[in-house]
């Protein structure tokens, strides 16, 4: 296993309590002199990257008059969690549309097991998986007019993901969203890394085979 494969395995912790987000968001608005609440838009149940990720929001309006809410991913070791937020401002650098890191190391509470990345909520994200893709079938009129168009957009995406030098790792319908705008956005991407021969990555076989399992990820997803 090369080492942009290797994998941190999270000790099993369990959700976060209601008092441990409480206290979570605590450290949080301390750490950037806001005030904070828990939201009640609900929480993201655990995956194979991380425990759960649940939501905070600003008790007062900003500048320009908006309440901003706060994604607060739980992971399981701080390890974990500094190689999302590495991978992350990575992306930011390289022009990649995706989460916005709000602070620069993981956050770690006392009394609360794990560690968090924190980022700034995107509203109105549309995950790819929401789409009913097994109501739609070759031939079908609507398939042709609605699925097709969105399938080669996401192919276009993937594909200048990898042109910028980018394994994601875990390239499922889940982690690709649109905004608003109509722009794709990806996260969950610390299993993902970058070529650091961004120029000539997609001449390198080890990084077209590890683009192939990023294709071949996405597929099987839309099953």
């Known amino acids: ?3 942009h494969e290797k994998q ?14 409480e206290r979570t ?59 999302e937020i590495d991978i992350l401002d990575e992306a930011a ?4 549309r995706t989460l916005q890191t709000v602070l620069d190391e993981p956050l770690e509470v006392s009394g609360v097991s794990g560690a ?22 070759v031939g079908q009129s609507s398939y042709e007019s609605d699925i097709v168009p969105v399938m080669n957009s996401i192919g276009r995406y993937i594909g200048r993901l990898h042109a910028m030098g980018m394994h994601h790792g875990d390239m499922q319908l ?6 608003p705008s109509g722009d794709f956005v990806t996260f969950d991407l610390e299993n993902a890394y970058f070529h650091p021969d961004k120029e000539n990555a997609l001449q390198q076989v080890d990084f077209q085979d590890d683009c192939m399992k990023d294709i071949t990820t996405v597929i099987k997803s839309f099953i």
């Open 1 to 3: 296993m090369s080492g």
């Open 8 to 21: 941190i395995v999270n000790p099993e912790l369990g959700k976060p309590t209601e008092v441990e987000k």
């Open 25 to 83: 968001i605590d450290a949080l608005a301390k750490a950037i002199g806001r005030p904070l609440k828990l939201s009640r838009a609900g929480e993201i149940g655990a995956s194979d990257s991380c425990l759960c990720v649940f939501f905070a929001l600003d008790t007062k309006r900003d500048d320009q008059g908006n309440y901003q809410s706060y994604a607060i991913k739980r992971f399981g070791n701080s390890g974990k969690a500094r190689e």
């Open 93 to 96: 650098k390289r022009g990649l």
């Open 116 to 137: 968090s990345v924190v980022t700034l909520r995107i509203p109105s994200l549309g995950t790819m998986n929401s789409i009913p893709w097994s109501e739609y079938y």
């Open 174 to 179: 889940k982690n690709i969203a649109t905004i």
